[in-house]
């Protein structure tokens, strides 16, 4: 009804419920400036805040952002920001409605999403019985983001393989898989978004369902990127480790009955009785239980075996 | 329906328009840590953004925080900006329903409030012929601001006088003025909060308008409180000044015909064809023309006469 210019934006009520969240994206904390574009900064914090309404089976209906300049930020710097928003905004059918300027010394932007939806996925649902379901990639960002880490700025792309370049464009150019999302709504039982990776956000549906994840090692295998397995060779760990501890993605994890699965979802595990979040490899070796291997406070993620 | 705990909060849709803003408080910009209490901090950053809501004429819905915390914040530090979130929601009927955490150099809160209304007041429906209303207090918030910036750390409140204490406290708790902004919203043709000052304030309203809004000085000075006059002499400044470049006390402007004004409003001006803001003082000098004080990205108040 009213976007940028007012005290507020405004928008039409409906009848369905809102859904309503907020996220930021902070250099040197979330991002570094020589790991990404300003445009490709600008598109990945506008789809990491709508991932969350994703993960809720929502519709986004706009957003807002605060940003925060530091004093040698231009008028070009801030024009390829916006663009790599609008990018965003346009790609996922949520319009940016207004916002908010300040200085600060770091860039920042911090993004509210709203959107709607007539039944929302909350993570709480899983049952005894329900199957795990993946739906998209897990663990291309977290190597993705490790490559940049390890590079010396001025490292030309060209000297990148193909597998780097695929993780680097998971890390820098995310996708809040919205109408998955909405599909999953419903027929899962719980659903969430892998931010901050598969086995921190696997614990997360066990608590609030009060309910054992089991994860289990060989289709979860399965399902791997191949990118993962030739990556994690360099870097000396398990593709498995990539996929359960990073996070950033943006892949969405439901728990549901097997009939009711959709043709996107791969089961990767089931829910049982008991509590947290396990590993279950192949007969004979035992289970393992996984640790929330992130803290939002620390921003650290780190294997917990 | 939903609050703090899942992927983004719920609410109930209803047939309303909603109203929706964000708001960012600094460390370093909007704030420094001597000049107040985290306690008020979670006060101020919440009144803040909740005057958006007034200056549409809105009810409050809910907010959500996203808390940027410096690695040496404590639990207890953290209860300290909490609780003045929590009074701050409490007094206004906006309860803080969802949120984010992230470690930063800097410590920041930046607010997203969501609220509901029949009729929104807008910035743009200002016609010559009409009043200039004011409802609450202007510039004591700039004086109290100017006192902090002043003092030696450690000074004791017991040294200052009663009008600096008046002048601080306006500052460190400003309060949104939600019901009189319900009240205007019904008669008022446009409405702001008085975020940045009352001349660049007045200049927003007039650009939106397309309009000339007249200041008259005489009935301004009149509905100044007494401690801008005590300050002024010792800041060597005119009280006007701080009236009208001083901002962040967070009340009301509106307009409308005489017929329409409510018991609340103070008349301090006329709306007339023309463009910009103006002041008009007594006979036989001429109109000053306004100018907008106050840039965002310089975060700097100051007078252009």
């Not at 009804?1 to 250099?27: K, M, N, P, T, Y």
């Not at 008028?75 to 059918?93: F, K, N, P, V, Y």
């Not at 329900?130 to 001025?154: C, K, N, S, Y």
Request: a neutral charge; aromatic letters at 4%; hydrophobic letters at 40%.
């Amino acid at each position: 009804v009213l976007g940028i210019g007012d005290d507020a934006a405004l928008l039409r009520g409906g009848s369905q419920q809102l859904v309503w969240s907020i996220d930021v994206c902070l250099e040197g904390v979330h991002f570094r400036r020589g790991w990404l574009s300003l445009k490709d900064l600008g598109w990945r914090a506008t789809q990491a805040a709508l991932s969350d309404l994703a993960a809720m089976g929502a519709r986004p209906l706009g957003a807002l952002c605060s940003l925060v300049l530091p004093a040698k930020t231009t008028r070009a710097m801030l024009r390829e920001i916006g663009s790599g928003q609008a990018d965003a905004a346009r790609s996922s059918g949520c319009p940016i409605i207004g916002g908010n300027i300040s200085r600060g010394r770091e860039l920042s932007l911090t993004t509210a999403v709203l959107g709607e939806t007539a039944s929302a996925a909350e993570r709480s649902g899983a049952q005894p019985g329900h199957e795990l379901w993946l739906v998209g990639d897990v663990g291309l960002a977290a190597a993705g983001l490790r490559i940049l880490r390890a590079r010396t700025p001025g490292d030309r792309v060209g000297s990148l393989s193909s597998a780097e370049q695929t993780c680097i464009a998971a890390w820098r150019r995310p996708r809040a898989l919205l109408r998955q999302g909405e599909a999953l709504a419903s027929c899962a039982s719980a659903l969430i978004d892998l931010s901050d990776g598969l086995a921190g956000d696997s614990v997360r549906i066990a608590e609030a369902s009060q309910t054992r994840l089991v994860l289990e090692e060989e289709p979860l295998r399965r399902v791997l990127r191949p990118e993962l397995g030739q990556l994690s060779g360099q870097f000396g760990c398990d593709p498995l480790d990539l996929a359960l501890y990073g996070g950033e993605d943006y892949a969405l994890l439901a728990t549901g009955p097997s009939s009711q699965r959709p043709q996107l979802a791969r089961p990767i595990g089931h829910v049982t009785e008991g509590s947290g979040a396990w590993l279950q490899p192949p007969p004979p070796a035992r289970s393992v239980r996984l640790r929330d291997g992130f803290d939002h406070l620390q921003r650290r993620a780190g294997p917990s075996r």
